[in-house]
């Protein structure tokens, strides 16, 4: 069992920044797939980025370039850093933890990014 809380939401203008981060419990943090998902009004929920045991990441096309996963396994934290926002990055950010794919059945309650001017 993960237990997941995210934080670093907010309102930014365009072209801003932001650093999300989610804190996980337990001892096994290293060895899971964790991954920030996020879903905008109306639309479903997808995968942002996503980031392994062994620190191999995994992008959507529209975020790349411009966000980084990270991951640091000595305090259980994994982190999106977020540059050169665009308004159609305004969603819900959950973080995701998952044994062997990049999508699994523990989620955090999410955090609200709102970008506009």
């Known amino acids: 069992q993960v237990q997941l809380v995210e934080s670093g939401g907010g309102l930014v203008q365009p072209g801003g920044s932001l650093r999300l981060s989610c804190a996980a419990s337990?001892?096994?943090?290293?060895?899971?797939?964790m991954g920030w998902y996020r879903q905008a009004p109306g639309k479903q929920r997808e995968l942002v980025a996503g980031?392994?045991?062994?620190?191999?990441?995994n992008y959507a096309d529209s975020v790349k370039g411009r966000f980084t996963i990270s991951r640091d396994n000595r305090k259980n934290m994994v982190y999106l850093q977020m540059n050169s926002l665009k308004p159609e990055d305004t969603a819900v950010y959950y973080c995701?933890?998952?044994?062997?794919?990049?999508?699994?059945?523990?989620w955090g309650q999410g955090t609200q990014v709102t970008v506009s001017s």
């Open positions: 995701n933890a998952a044994r062997n794919s990049w999508l699994g059945p523990y």
């Open positions: 980031i392994n045991s062994g620190g191999g990441t």
């Open positions: 337990g001892s096994t943090f290293s060895t899971y797939v």
